[in-house]
């Protein structure tokens, strides 16, 4: 474990509103420690890490203007986007690994942190994107409360669709929009591809409540997102056919009309997978375009489609601790 992480845990808790010491109490004999995403793994991240990677206290790797959002998020001023390091998920392709596994980032303040949501504004940023946020929760909350009355613009929660119910639940007073990836419905496979077997058991009642407290899109006069939820899916070489079943859920589960889908071509083979040959190449035309035509097949032509070119390494940022 990187040694910068753990200088993280000796920071102060800050107060959190009550909903979220359900999910996050450190520190004495009666902490349950973190139960924040599906895993409740109930580390005590005071003195030891859970799955996540992540300490007791904020580490993250890059905040900046990015423009690689889809258009209603990123406009053409940028999505205000911190990047947050480590991930509830293990996913075996991911293109942000460094930050995600190997934990890469600065240990900041919830001070630093709320300091860092005014720049991203004062920069002209649409709204405030948080990647990977759920594992910082008890510290981010009081950073957007300390801001609360200077922040005009929306709170973007931007996540692997891994999160539990009640914890999307209790953020409906911080988040305006939400942007979640719906990536799997078999469990073999999310158990194989992000060591998580429960993935969908717990994605579709997260996305359920997202879509319920959000409402319809609401966009303003510029087409910029102020309210909703945009569901994003990323087409996986050699398993279109799960990307389908996921569609059929859509269709049938969640209300018309009131999200948007993302169905994303972007795969890009970044390291070879010895246990996952099919994952060494880019998805091809066919197998995006049979998706795609499936979607329009079941009505759910609200949302984005992305070009074959949008699969290439530069619409990952680098990250060097940029704007923290």
């Given at each position: 474990?990187?040694?910068?992480?753990?200088?993280?845990?000796?920071?102060?808790?800050?107060?959190?509103?009550?909903?979220?010491?359900?999910?996050?109490?450190?520190?004495?004999?009666?902490?349950?420690?973190?139960?924040?995403?599906?895993?409740?793994?109930?580390?005590?991240?005071?003195?030891?890490?859970?799955y996540c990677q992540a300490p007791a206290g904020?580490?993250?790797?890059?905040?900046?203007?990015?423009?690689?959002?889809?258009?209603?998020?990123?406009?053409?001023?940028?999505?205000?986007?911190?990047?947050?390091?480590?991930?509830?998920?293990?996913?075996?392709?991911?293109?942000?690994?460094?930050?995600?596994?190997?934990?890469?980032?600065k240990p900041i303040s919830v001070s630093r942190l709320s300091e860092i949501f005014l720049e991203l504004q004062e920069a002209g940023a649409h709204n405030i994107n948080l990647v990977t946020p759920t594992q910082y929760l008890p510290w981010i909350v009081p950073a957007l409360d300390a801001v609360r009355d200077?922040?005009?613009?929306?709170?973007?929660?931007?996540?692997?669709?891994?999160?539990?119910?009640?914890?999307?639940?209790?953020?409906?007073?911080?988040?305006?929009?939400?942007?979640?990836?719906?990536?799997?419905?078999?469990?073999?496979?999310?158990?194989?591809?992000?060591?998580?077997?429960?993935?969908?058991?717990?994605?579709?009642?997260?996305?359920?409540?997202?879509?319920?407290?959000?409402?319809?899109?609401?966009?303003?006069?510029d087409g910029i997102m102020k309210r909703g939820v945009i569901i994003r899916h990323l087409v996986l070489p050699g398993h279109r056919d799960d990307s389908i079943?996921?569609?059929?859920?859509?269709?049938?589960?969640?209300?018309?009309?009131?999200?948007?889908?993302?169905?994303?071509s972007q795969y890009t083979p970044y390291r070879k997978i010895p246990e996952h040959p099919e994952l060494d190449r880019r998805i091809t035309r066919y197998e995006y375009d049979q998706v795609v035509e499936e979607a329009l097949r079941l009505g759910l032509d609200l949302g984005y489609m992305q070009k074959k070119s949008s699969a290439k390494e530069e619409y990952t940022p680098p990250f060097g601790l940029q704007g923290l």
């Open positions: 474990m990187p040694d910068h992480l753990l200088s993280g845990g000796s920071r102060p808790m800050p107060e959190l509103p009550a909903p979220f010491t359900d999910f996050y109490q450190s520190g004495g004999p009666s902490s349950t420690g973190c139960r924040l995403c599906p895993r409740c793994c109930g580390a005590d991240r005071a003195v030891s890490f859970g904020i580490v993250a790797a890059r905040a900046a203007l990015h423009p690689w959002e889809e258009p209603c998020i990123s406009g053409t001023r940028g999505s205000g986007t911190v990047f947050f390091s480590g991930c509830t998920l293990g996913c075996v392709f991911c293109q942000n690994y460094q930050i995600s596994r190997e934990a890469f980032g200077r922040l005009a613009i929306p709170v973007v929660y931007n996540c692997g669709g891994y999160e539990r119910a009640e914890v999307v639940a209790a953020l409906a007073p911080y988040v305006d929009i939400w942007l979640p990836d719906l990536k799997y419905q078999d469990p073999a496979l999310s158990a194989s591809l992000s060591q998580a077997p429960d993935y969908f058991a717990a994605a579709h009642k997260a996305i359920r409540q997202m879509v319920l407290q959000t409402g319809p899109p609401e966009l303003d006069g079943r996921l569609l059929h859920w859509l269709a049938g589960a969640l209300p018309k009309g009131q999200y948007y889908i993302s169905l994303m």
